[in-house]
């Protein structure tokens, strides 16, 4: 497995060292408000086991971590009535995915028209 940065700031967030707004929280799971929102509505969504990108999660989670991710993820879609309007779901994944954080996380963005997918697009 990839070496984890156990001081990334999401592990952080986990250990309960830097405050964050809790949407859902399960025994594996925590969805919470990102910090510098890009929608109005902009929710990250984190196992709280440590994997690195999506590739490390979904190959070495057991199943029941990897059913109440996606659980969870569908949970906040439904409280938050993303589903009526739309949204859009991204998992930046190492350099070129542009991911910051290198704790498996992925972004649940709505609340208005997003536009195009990629800046170039
Ligand atoms: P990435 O670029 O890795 O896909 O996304 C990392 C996300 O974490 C960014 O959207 C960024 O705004 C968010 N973020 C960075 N620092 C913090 C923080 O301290 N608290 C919260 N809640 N979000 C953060």
Redesign the pocket.
């Known amino acids: 497995m990839t070496s984890y940065d156990t001081n990334n700031?999401?592990a952080?967030?986990l250990r309960g060292e830097?405050?964050?707004?809790t949407v859902k929280e399960t025994h594996s799971t925590l969805a919470?408000?990102?910090?510098?929102?890009?929608a109005p509505i902009?929710i990250?969504v984190i196992p709280k086991g440590s994997y690195v990108n999506m590739a490390e999660f979904l190959n070495h989670a057991r199943d029941e971590e990897i059913v109440d991710f996606w659980s969870t993820v569908q949970g906040v879609i439904e409280e938050l009535k993303l589903q009526e309007t739309g949204f859009r779901m991204?998992?930046?994944?190492g350099t070129n995915?542009?991911?910051?954080?290198?704790?498996f996380?992925i972004?649940l963005c709505g609340g208005e028209k997003l536009g195009p997918m990629l800046p170039k697009a």
């Open positions: 700031i999401f952080k967030i830097i405050p964050s707004k919470f408000h990102d910090a510098f929102p890009k902009h990250l991204i998992s930046n994944n995915g542009g991911q910051e954080v290198p704790h996380h972004h």
